[in-house]
Structures are given as C-alpha cells and as structure tokens.
Nanobody, 128 residues
Framework: QLQLVESGGGLVQPGRSLRLSCAASGFTLDYFAMGWFRRTPGKEREGVSCISNSAGSTYYADSVKGRFTISRDNAKKMVYLQMNSLKPEDTAVYYC?????????????????????WGQGTQVTVSA
C-alpha cells in the first residue's frame, strides 16, 4: 500500500529554520515526481516546491524561492524540504505528494495535473 508520511513540522520563530521530511513506502520512489504543498485556512492549496524523479528538475513558488530547498534520496525513499528564513506567512499545513504520470515539475506544483498520492500533512507555525 502506497503511503507518504510527513514529519518535522512544529512551532518556530520568524527567521529560523525547519526541515520537513516525507517517508515513502509501498512503491518505488524512483518513478515518481515529488512535491510539497501547503494549505492555510481560507486559502487555496499552494504548490511550494516540486522535484523530478531523478532530481534533475526543481520548481519553487515565488513566495519561497531562495529560502526553501527541496531534495530527495531515492535509496532511502525520502523527500525533504529545507525551510530557511521562515516568515509568519509560511504558517500552514504542509503536505507531501507523489505523481507517477508523465509531467513537469512546474505542472505538478501548479496542479495542472493533481498528484495521485498525498500524505496526511504536518503543521508548521511561524510565530514569535
């Protein structure tokens, strides 16, 4: 059974860092593009960052460009999101997603093709 489990969320002060992790199981990660999305109450879900199956291509939303870094370790079946210089507006539930169909990282993050599989989410709160 395909499963994605996020971890690493929490409460952090503005300007600090967090690293989110996504553990995949039940499928071969090598064949899937992966992404991080976030949702804040009252707002639409936003594609934060996406990475191709080989890590050759990445995409970042303008709101996080230069502050967040996505990476993956296919052998360990892990995907990471390093979040630096966090801002209060980064507060959200962050979701890991997997997409096995042929797509670009831009299309995945913009949900031109809604990812097949989702984790349960991890809360990130940025507050003084």
């Amino acid at each position: 059974q395909l499963q994605l489990v996020e971890s690493g969320g929490g409460l952090v002060q503005p300007g600090r860092s967090l690293r989110l992790s996504c553990a995949a199981s039940g499928f071969t990660l090598d064949y899937f593009a992966m992404g991080w999305f976030r949702r804040t109450p009252g707002k639409e879900r936003e594609g934060v960052s996406c990475i191709s199956n080989s890590a050759g291509s990445t995409y970042y939303a303008d709101s996080v460009k230069g502050r967040f870094t996505i990476s993956r370790d296919n052998a360990k079946k892990m995907v990471y999101l390093q979040m630096n210089s966090l801002k209060p507006e980064d507060t959200a539930v962050y979701y890991c997603a997997a997409e096995g169909r042929r797509t670009t990282v831009q299309a995945m993050c913009r949900e031109e093709l809604v990812p097949d599989f989702w984790g349960q989410g991890t809360q990130v709160t940025v507050s003084a």
